[in-house]
DNA sequence: GTCGATGCAAACGATTTGCAGTGGA
DNA sequence: TCCACTGCAAATCGTTTGCATCGAC
C-alpha cells in the first residue's frame, strides 16, 4: 500500500522537497526569533521526522522513532503543542480518540476519512463543501476560526476484505 | 438566552414529550434486556436527566446534578457510555477539549457551531452538505459509519461583545 | 554568561477498574 | 436467590509541570 497517496499534498521531487523543507526551517526560526525561543537538536528532528514521514504521525510515533536520540516524552509533547501553535502541524482525531498530527504549512485545507478497522487516515478536499459551509455560518452570525471534519467508517480496502470474509 | 433554541428537535407539548420519553424507555428497557442487564435507579435518574435538560451536558453537569442521590463518578461514565453504545446519546467535543453530550434518538442528524468564548453549542442542519459528502465517499469506496463535523468560532452574541468592547 | 530547553520524575485530570456490599429480576 | 450494579478507592492513561542541569545564542 503506498501510504503516499493519503496525503493530498506533499512535494514529489527531490528539489521541490529540499525548497519545501528551506521554508518550513525559516518559517519556524523566524517564529522561535520572534518569540525569544531557540532552535534546539530536539525540535529540529521532531521537524525533520515530519518533513520525512508523509503520515499522519502520533506521539508515540515520534516518541518511539526519536528515544534512540534521548528525546523526553514531556519535548515531545511541548514541541508539538509549540508547532501546531506556529500553525506548522495540525491535529486530527486517529481511532481511540488519540491525536494524530500531519504536516499543514501550504496545504489545501482537507477533510479527513478514518478506516475504523484498520486506523488509516485518507485526506478529501471539498471546496464545494467548504463554500456552502462558510455562506451557512454566516447565515448565523457566527464567525468560525476552524473545524473538524471527520468522517469514520470503514475504508476500501477494509470493507473488500470484511465482504470477502464472509 | 433561551438555550432550548439550540437544539434542532425537541418535544415541545406536554404529551409530544410524554410519548417521546416512554418510546425511549422502551428502547432502552429492550437494550437491557437485549443484553441481560437492569434497570436501575441510578440509570433511570442519568436517563430522566437528560430528557429534562434541552442541552448539551458534560459528564461534571450530571455528576453536580446527580450526586444529592448519592450517585458516583464511575456510574456516570458507565452509564454515559452504556447510553452511547445504545444510540441514545451522542458526544460533541466541546471547548477545551472535554467531551459534552446530548439526546439522539429521533433528531435529524445535525452539526455543530461550538464558541470558542462561551461554550456555546448550536446545531444546525445542513441537508445538502450531507448529499455532497455521502457521495463523495462512495467515490472513494469508503463506506462511512458516523461523522463529527464540528466548527469552532465565536457566535453571534459573543462576536457583537467583542467588537462593542473595542 | 545568560536564560531558555531538556530529561527525569512526580503531579495532574479524566476515565477505568477491582472489590465487597447492595438491590433488581 | 442470583448475579448484575453500585460506590468507593486505587489504578491507569495521556499529558503537564517542577527542577536541576545543559546548551543555544
Known sequence: MNRDRELVFFPASTSQRRDYTKRIYRLFTEYLARNGLRLTGPRRRILEYFLGAERHLSQDD???????????????FRTLKMLE?????????????????EMNLERPHH???I???????????????EAI????CRRFGFVPAWH??????RCADCSRKQSAGR
Chains 1, 2 share one sequence.
Open 62 to 76: 515520534i516518541f518511539g522513532a526519536l528515544r534512540r536520540y534521548g528525546i523526553g516524552r514531556a519535548t515531545v
Open 85 to 101: 501553535e506556529c500553525r506548522l502541524i495540525n491535529h486530527v482525531t486517529g481511532t481511540s480518540g488519540k491525536p494524530r498530527f
Open 111 to 113: 477533510d479527513h476519512l
Open 115 to 129: 478506516c475504523v478497522l484498520c486506523g488509516r487516515i485518507q485526506e478529501v478536499r471539498w471546496p464545494k463543501l
Open 133 to 136: 459551509q462558510e455562506s451557512a
Open 148 to 153: 473538524r471534519h471527520e468522517i469514520f467508517g
